[in-house]
T-cell receptor
């Protein structure tokens, strides 16, 4: 079965540093997403992306966050100046119809 | 604001038992509902998707039902196996139409099936 690939699986950074989380969605998919899960909390929607622009974003997705599809295969989430509370598992997802495929996540630890 | 609640938070059963996981949501204006499985260190795997017009979906030993008007869904697992041990998440998609998802998740039920 096709997979959504995320790299790295773990990222440790210092508070205030920029991080870029990378995802390779399934090749024929059209919709791309980032979700996150803080330890012990629910999975939360961050942003959806379609046709090279943001479709929708949550209140969490403030000016510190940005997404990009720099080429035909990658989809990235950038956090400009990380905060302690950004520590979470970040999941990328993609779909072209109802079934949503999630990657295995990047565990971000902000120290 | 949509809220999704899952009961119980954790469940431990002996192998072979049939079990039911519960999910409730506060806003019935949903496009569809999905049940996911989450294994430690891995992503979320979609198990069943129920459209708002449907009452239930089945896949193998899994059966999910949806009562949209009362804001409830159940996931029934028949003849449970140790390999079913995982966290099961319920998620609703708001009434957006199309294939653009904005899922609201419950906190999940941690299922342990003992051999």
């Amino acid at each position: 079965e096709p997979e959504v690939t995320q790299t790295p699986s773990h990222q440790v950074t210092q508070m205030g540093q920029e991080v870029i989380l990378r995802c390779v969605p399934i090749s024929n998919h059209l919709y791309f997403y980032w979700y996150r899960q803080i330890l012990g909390q629910k999975v939360e929607f961050l942003v959806s992306f379609y046709n090279n622009e943001i479709s929708e974003k949550s209140e969490i997705f403030d000016d510190q966050f940005s997404v990009e599809r720099p080429d035909g295969s990658n989809f990235t989430l950038k956090i400009r100046s990380t905060k302690l509370e950004d520590s979470a598992m970040y999941f990328c997802a993609s779909n072209t119809n109802e079934k949503l495929f999630f990657g295995s996540g990047t565990q971000l630890s902000v120290l | 604001k949509q809220e999704v609640t899952q009961i119980p938070a954790a469940l431990s059963v002996p192998e072979g038992e049939n079990l039911v996981l519960n999910c409730s949501f506060t806003d019935s204006a949903i496009y569809n509902l999905q049940w996911f499985r989450q294994d430690p260190g891995k992503g979320l795997t979609s198990l069943l998707l129920i459209q708002s017009s449907q009452r239930e979906q089945t896949s193998g030993r899994l059966n999910a039902s949806l009562d949209k008007s009362s804001g409830r869904s159940t996931l029934y697992i028949a003849a449970s196996q140790p390999g079913d041990s995982a966290t099961y998440l319920c998620a609703v998609n708001r009434n957006s139409g199309g294939s653009n998802y904005k899922l609201t998740f419950g906190k999940g039920t941690l299922l342990t099936v003992n051999p």
